[in-house]
């Protein structure tokens, strides 16, 4: 997959630049919360596009989320929520890939660092529907300079790895991107290596 960095407006305006029936992959450098969902939905209404309804999955089961999606119709969606889904509802998710295909209407995935990471392990055909994912990169409105910093700081001392070693492994592919990987990429604005 192709991933880009981007600033809030950039990546909304990525994706108005999708087909009318297209699906589009937005990884949040923290799990997604109520004021970043409200934010995109405000940034595609400044942008001319079409206002997504927002579905928060939660514990929905796959199948019931499919023929969700279908009722919508033409309608953009923006589904969030996933951060809490297992690895089995994942890979039920798979299975049901075709459940939420519909003819019309543009569909956002708005996963954080788990439910990024959880989608690559365990559903590969539903996370091919994607094709490319955009990254948000964090900005002084979700962590602050210092905040960021500690983070790293943080998942160095946990890992006992530098930078460089994760960046490293992420170039080669022999990083396991689990949520923390995830995270820390992003945080190094990194995140064309997921």
């Not at 809490?84 to 543009?106: C, E, H, I, Q």
Request: aromatic share 6%; no cysteine; glycine share 10%.
């Amino acid at each position: 997959m192709i991933f880009s960095d981007g600033t809030l407006s950039q990546i909304v305006r990525r994706a108005g630049l999708r087909a009318s029936d297209g699906w589009i992959g937005i990884i949040t450098p923290i799990e997604p919360d109520t004021d970043r969902v409200v934010s995109l939905r405000e940034e595609a209404e400044i942008q001319a596009l079409p206002v997504p309804e927002v579905i928060t999955v939660g514990e929905m089961e796959p199948f019931a989320l499919g023929q969700l999606i279908q009722s919508r119709g033409d309608s953009s969606l923006l589904l969030t929520g996933f951060d809490s889904w297992s690895p089995s509802r994942w890979k039920a998710a798979d299975l049901n890939r075709n459940t939420w295909l519909r003819g019309g209407g543009v569909t956002w995935l708005v996963l954080g660092p788990t439910g990024a990471s959880r989608m690559a392990g365990n559903a590969p055909n539903l996370r091919s529907v994607l094709g490319s994912f955009l990254v948000l990169s964090p900005n002084g409105d979700e962590m602050g300079a210092e905040e960021v910093a500690r983070r790293l700081e943080d998942l160095r001392a946990h890992y006992n790895r530098t930078d460089a070693a994760v960046i490293q492994a992420a170039s080669d592919g022999t990083l396991e991107l689990s949520p923390h990987m995830v995270e820390w990429l992003i945080l190094l604005d990194r995140g064309d290596l997921v």
